[in-house]
């Protein structure tokens, strides 16, 4: 973990290094209207609502926020198309917008459609099972799985439900994977007994540390910061992961000494632990990690073209 | 922690939360400033013709969120708001019922028919004073109720529903709305399904956006707030200007009220209503637990049994039900009052709303973050706080400490609501209206959404021109994104089973529930216009 954010602070530094000149210039030329793509309340939303209020403070901006939800973050890329590329438009979503969401080709968009902007942090995704269960490992799921009827498996995106399908299907067993909304949704009914497992994007890790529930997989290409014996998908012969950050983007084109300063405001809040943005991501996610410029690009090109083979994958 | 760890961790999310202001160096806590605020704002809006309890909560639901923000720490001050409002209507909807005949709120009408007579008679006072300990007694008892069944209603919930089961007991929620609310189960199920149209637009699983005409207007949906504002006020206030220029605007002008002879409530007759107070709470309390049905029935049934058990005991040279009874009005008022407290049970337990008010207590915990009603908030775990228990039980706290202002303050501002009565739609009515818009632009900053608020506004007009209530329409609205999102995953969770619904006896019991409400509805009706 604290190899991936020294490296996650020096990209950062590369790319503040590169472009101070041009933050330096820059100040939005109007109020700026700060989508989330996700529904009001719930902590997705108040990381985005944290992170504009320290901005506000800070630069004397002024930013709305708006809730732009759906469709896993679409609805707002969508959004951004057409909007002004100046910096006065740009939201919060998840990765998994611009390389799974945009992969099959309805969404009639590429990430080359949008500009990324910066990564907030990766959502510490785990294959969650209630304790009550009693299974301590994947295998015993497995086990589960063969002696009865299928089991019940919850995917809160659908390139989640489509990992979930391939982790089964290596596996040999059955499952009958259902969506639900969120992770506030997906704890519920994993509590409520209406699923057995299901992957968790960090909404778990309260009911984790109070033995309720059990992390049997890391969906991440790293461990697991609670449960760190727990096998990783390339372990158990997925050679996929489920790397999903909340990141910032802006419409097509934008405006390089915004897109610059923008990144490096927003990750200077992010890393800060004494922001209640920094809190609140350090809190539910072990803490921000800002990636921005080239290498946030190159993550999101090489995730596209991983997730149109993952799609294939599932397809077969 | 331990259930006795939880409640006064409630209490204290309350009393040392962030305080409002500091008097003498002692800090004020927020959320009971903010219930007391509700509770003085509910009384006067209860006391003014024309508006209603929820009709505030609507407004100043979206001007609280943009006030506090969406944060955890705003919940228990929305709430107590809303919940003051809540309670303090009901209190205020007695006042223009005894004093000028006129009644506050709908359910505040059966307290015409024996208050108006004692304010004749020189009681106002004492009518008032009846109506409050009444009032306040029935809600305290409701909320007893709601403390103590909330979460058996919950655990009980949890352990026997699976997705098809919910499914089955959304479809009976709405069918038994459709069924029961505003007198014809045809209009009320035609109300339902505009509801669910409207809420089914622009959503879906699907990349491509639903029954949006393909249009980028309709491509997002509706808000809820553009839907619920506009039919359920915007709507109102609409249908109120047209009755204003069918006849002149009376409220402006009223009677002069003279008290004479003693104006205390006595032992004695705190004694002779207290029976009736206990028996119409009872009825009010269980009719509020389910949802649909309201307060106007509780009124109505409360009031009837009050009288069939006053003719049994009626004390000689006492007058008669309708004619100026104090137990009348005692019967009346305890039954509307105690479905406030009770109907939260099936709001916290389940996540359904059961009338207008409930509406709105699900929309402020969707809205804010950390609290989402339903089964898994009632989880006593012992290792790891449940902050959504804490939040339950700072909630039950705000709800006593506005029956304790009922209790100390309510009488009082009941008689300063007087006031209200005096106010003229002609004045009220553009102030509704541009509260309503400021609202809904608070909260969505689009001319599009005012649009659409405006377009909702003349839907709920056209649905009160024909008779057919407007609550099974945003009760279905609200719902109708579980509704879809559970059928979905009983779907998919059975194995894709296109017979899902039919998977256990409980979803067949309540299948079967939803189809025998609106046919014993239908018959009802039926008999009723033989009769008539």
């Known amino acids: 973990m604290k190899k991936f954010l020294a490296f996650g602070a020096i990209a950062l530094g590369y790319s503040i290094a590169a472009t101070a000149s041009l933050a330096e210039d820059w100040t939005p030329p109007g109020p700026i209207t700060m989508h989330i793509a996700f529904p009001p309340g719930g902590g997705s939303d108040s990381q985005a609502r944290l992170i504009a209020e320290e901005l506000e403070t800070r630069y004397g901006w002024t930013i709305t926020p708006q809730n732009t939800p759906g469709k896993a973050g679409l609805i707002m890329a969508k959004e951004m198309q057409g909007a002004p590329a100046d910096g006065t438009v740009f939201g919060i979503g998840i990765s998994e917008a611009l390389d799974y969401g945009m992969a099959d080709g309805t969404a009639d968009m590429t990430p080359d459609d949008v500009t990324p902007i910066v990564t907030t942090t990766l959502a510490e995704v785990a294959f969650v099972v209630p304790a009550s269960k009693g299974w301590k490992t994947f295998d015993d799921f497995v086990a589960a799985a063969k002696a009865g009827a299928p089991l019940r498996v919850g995917a809160i995106t659908p390139k989640i439900a489509d990992v979930t399908y391939l982790m089964g299907k290596e596996a040999g067993i059955d499952m009958n994977i259902t969506m639900v909304k969120g992770g506030r949704g997906m704890l519920n009914a994993l509590y409520a007994g209406d699923l057995d497992a299901g992957f968790v994007a960090g909404a778990h890790s309260k009911g984790v540390k109070a033995g309720e529930l059990v992390e049997l997989v890391s969906g991440m290409s790293r461990k697991l910061s609670l449960t760190p014996d727990a096998p990783l998908l390339g372990d158990l012969g997925v050679p996929y992961n489920l790397d999903i950050y909340f990141m910032y983007f802006g419409p097509k084109g934008m405006d390089g000494a915004a897109q610059a300063t923008l990144a490096q405001s927003i990750s200077e809040i992010v890393l800060d632990e004494s922001t209640k943005a920094g809190a609140l991501l350090k809190a539910n996610f072990g803490g921000g990690e800002a990636i921005s410029g080239e290498e946030l690009q190159a993550f999101i090109d090489s995730s596209f073209a991983s997730a149109k083979e993952l799609m294939q994958a599932a397809s077969e | 922690m331990q259930p006795l760890e939880y409640i006064l961790a409630g209490m204290q999310a309350v009393i040392f939360g962030p305080a409002a202001f500091e008097l003498l160096g002692v800090p004020i806590p927020l959320t009971l400033v903010m219930v007391f605020a509700g509770v003085v704002t509910g009384i006067l809006v209860g006391a003014t013709p024309g508006l209603a309890g929820p009709m505030a909560m609507a407004i100043s639901l979206p001007i609280l969120i943009s006030f506090f923000g969406y944060n955890v720490e705003a919940l228990l001050p929305v709430l107590g708001f809303l919940i003051g409002i809540m309670k303090g209507a009901t209190l205020g909807g007695a006042v223009p019922a005894i004093l000028f005949n006129t009644p506050g709120t709908p359910d505040a009408y059966m307290t015409t028919l024996d208050g108006y007579p004692l304010t004749q008679r020189g009681q106002s006072r004492k009518a008032l004073k009846v109506a409050h300990l009444s009032s306040v007694s029935g809600d305290t008892f409701s909320d007893i109720a709601l403390f103590v069944c909330a979460p058996f209603v919950a655990l009980m919930v949890e352990r026997h529903l699976d997705f098809p089961e919910k499914t089955a007991l959304l479809i009976l929620s709405l069918s038994f709305i459709a069924a029961v609310i505003g007198g014809s189960p045809g209009k009320g199920l035609i109300s339902v399904a505009l509801g669910l149209i409207a809420v089914f637009i622009g959503g879906g699983e699907d990349f491509y956006p639903r029954l949006s005409l393909g249009t980028d207007a309709l491509a997002g949906g509706f808000s809820i707030m553009t839907a619920i504002l506009g039919v359920l006020i915007v709507g109102a206030v609409l249908k109120e200007y047209e009755d204003l220029w069918h006849r002149s605007n009376l409220s402006g002008a009223r009677e002069r009220i003279v008290d004479h002879g003693d104006q205390r409530l006595t032992r004695a007759e705190v004694l002779r209503i207290a029976p009736y107070i206990g028996q119409s709470s009872l009825v009010g309390t269980i009719i509020g637990a389910l949802p649909g049905i309201g307060t106007t029935l509780a009124a109505a049934l409360g009031y009837q049994l ?6 049994r005991r009626r004390p000689e040279g006492a007058p008669a039900f309708g004619e100026g009874a104090i137990e009348g009005v005692a019967a009346t008022e305890a039954a509307n009052s105690s479905v406030s407290g009770s109907n939260l049970i099936p709001v916290l337990g389940l996540g359904i709303p059961g009338n207008a008010a409930a509406v709105f207590i699900i929309l402020a915990t969707d809205s804010i973050g950390g609290f989402t009603p339903g089964p898994s908030v009632f989880r006593f775990s012992e290792s790891v706080v449940n902050t959504e228990l804490v939040l339950v039980f700072g909630l039950f706290t705000a709800m006593l400490f506005a029956n304790l202002v009922n209790w100390t303050f309510g009488g009082a501002f009941m008689r300063a609501a007087t006031v209200m009565v005096r106010v003229p739609k002609r004045t009220l009515l553009p102030v509704v209206l541009l509260l309503t818009f400021t609202a809904v632009y608070a909260q969505e900053p689009s001319m599009e959404s005012l649009w659409f608020t405006l377009g909702f506004g003349i839907l709920g007009y056209l649905m009160r021109k024909v008779d057919m209530s407007p609550l099974p329409f945003v009760i279905a609205f609200v719902l109708g994104g579980s509704l879809e999102n559970s059928a979905r995953q009983a779907f998919s969770a059975t194995g894709g089973d296109p017979y899902f619904l039919f998977s256990s006896w409980i979803s067949i019991i309540f299948l079967a529930g939803s189809v025998v409400t609106v046919v014993l509805a239908l018959r009802q009706k039926r008999t009723n216009s033989t009769r008539a």
């Not at chain 2, 009050?306 to 003719?311: D, E, F, I, K, S």
């Open chain 2, 306 to 311: 009050g009288r069939a058990r006053y003719v």
